[in-house]
């Protein structure tokens, strides 16, 4: 029996599955770049903001009419500040966490198409060398095959020979699997 097929179809499934959370992750990660350079850039207008009050204020200070109008500024810039920066880290957090998962999504769905490669890889020496046995075997006039009339020597060595390449490029395979 091709018990391939089967192996085959849990791999797809599996990489189907991670395939629809990846594609979450993915709109989700969009989403939490564009908040967090929203935040970012309000952040660092905030931080220009407050510079420049602290500046007018030192230009000001003795003038109480002009000094009253950018405290009320600086004062606003004070608090909102921290307020971006908060929130500004929050979402940053919240992306490097997202960013960790669908890491991890996209690191199993490739070794999921690795499995499945060398999976179809197998399959297909291990119908080739059915292929290549029961052409030596109605070569040879098994029980289990029809005799040819007329066999052909040169085209059994032939045939043995790449039933042998088939066998050492399968041990070849299962060996770099090992490493």
């Known amino acids: 029996m091709d018990n391939y097929k089967e192996f085959i179809g849990r791999l797809d499934a599996a990489s189907a599955k991670l395939m629809v959370r990846r594609n979450g992750l993915d709109k989700t990660f969009e989403i939490l770049t564009l908040l967090f350079r ?31 109008a950018v405290m009320e500024l600086h004062e606003i810039a004070l608090k909102m500040e921290p307020l971006f920066r908060n929130r500004t880290q929050r979402v940053g957090n919240r992306l490097a966490v997202v960013r960790t998962r669908r890491d991890e999504i996209n690191k199993s769905l490739a070794g999921l198409e690795k499995s499945k490669m060398k999976l179809t890889s197998s399959r297909m020496l291990t119908q080739e060398r059915e292929n290549l046995s029961r052409a030596i075997g109605e070569l040879a006039g098994t029980a289990d095959a029809a005799a040819v009339a007329t066999p052909d020597p040169s085209l059994r060595n032939d045939l043995q020979d790449a039933r042998h390449a088939i066998i050492l490029a399968e041990a070849l395979l299962e060996a770099k699997r090992e490493q």
Do not use: M
């Open 38 to 68: 929203q935040n970012n850039t309000g952040l660092q207008l905030w931080e220009d903001r407050l510079s420049r009050c602290a500046g007018l204020l030192a230009d000001f200070a003795g003038r109480p009419e002009r000094e009253a």
